[in-house]
């Protein structure tokens, strides 16, 4: 299972960006209240606000922090989820009135 983050055109539901992650890493943003549902259907712009606030909470925090939250198979790792959410927000800034498509 992952997550499937899609950003699509406004005007012609074309994909502009599409990446996929492991659902393995959750605890780790969990522990910040955040769920990537709630950006379903809204634009890269609303979304880039939160998206950053996580971002800097990961980095500030670092990587031992969520060393609890990291699956014991190693499939998807505190790296990999913030290299994830980096992917996003560079997309976001290059497309900031695309849809947010969310598929958990």
């Known amino acids: 299972m992952g997550y499937d983050i899609r950003l699509k055109c406004k005007h012609c ?4 960006f599409e990446s996929n992650h492991t ?4 605890r780790m943003w969990q522990k910040h209240g955040f769920d990537f549902e709630d950006w379903h ?18 980095i500030s925090n670092g990587k031992d922090y969520y060393s609890e939250c990291c699956p014991g198979n190693e499939w998807g790792t505190y790296e990999s989820t913030v290299n994830w959410f ?15 498509d969310v598929n958990a």
């Open 23 to 26: 659902s393995n890493t959750y």
């Open 13 to 16: 539901n074309s994909s502009l």
């Open 41 to 58: 259907n809204k634009s890269a712009t609303q979304i880039m606000e939160p998206l950053q606030k996580v971002l800097d909470l990961f």
């Open 86 to 100: 980096l992917s996003i927000r560079d997309a976001c800034i290059v497309n900031l009135e695309a849809i947010v």
